[in-house]
């Protein structure tokens, strides 16, 4: 029987994006667009308060990702292995590349948005084609097995973001 409760699965789905169609691309928007407004509020790396955009990722990260470790193996009872409607794993995972940014890239509007574009394309890229050792990953049970082939691919997608902008500088 499964007793999965209407808040666990409220944060396994990301508040029900994981129930919309492309349901890993729509479940990772969300720390993208409180990256955007952190960013135009002042709030982002490279200024004074860049801590808060920093506490707001890794919480994002946290919470997200103790959703799948938690409750993972309900959500895989219920929905099967590595279900689409649990899309925490790309909300947490996005919210690791996000943080990989270089303050550098932040000069202006269109370069704000250019490397928020690029950071969730990137991410996307690696998650849905999950080189190794992401897509190694995905094969652990339950929880783990939900999480970890995201968090693999957040960090590539950082680590390319990164290397991108150190060879144009």
């Not at 506490?55 to 099967?80: N, Q, R």
């Not at 190794?132 to 999480?147: D, S, V």
Request: hydrophobic share 55%.
């Amino acid at each position: 029987m499964n007793t999965m409760g209407r808040t666990t699965q409220s944060f396994l789905t990301t508040n029900g994006l994981g129930h919309l169609p492309i349901s890993g691309t729509v479940g990772s928007i969300p720390p993208v667009v409180l990256a955007i407004i952190l960013i135009f509020a002042g709030l982002g790396p490279g200024t004074s308060l860049s801590w808060v955009y920093f506490l707001t990722m890794t919480l994002i990260l946290v919470v997200y990702s103790a959703s799948c470790i938690l409750y993972g193996h309900e959500a895989e009872a219920k929905w099967g292995k590595d279900p689409s409607e649990v899309v925490a794993d790309e909300t947490a995972g996005q919210a690791i590349t996000l943080m990989m940014i270089p303050a550098g890239m932040l000069g202006s509007p269109l370069a704000i948005l250019c490397a928020l574009a690029g950071a969730f394309v990137l991410f996307r890229l690696f998650d849905i084609f999950k080189p190794w050792p992401a897509g190694a990953m995905q094969k652990l049970p339950g929880g783990w097995g939900i999480l970890l082939d995201d968090i693999f691919a957040s960090i590539m997608a950082g680590v390319v973001i990164m290397f991108s902008f150190a060879a144009i500088h």
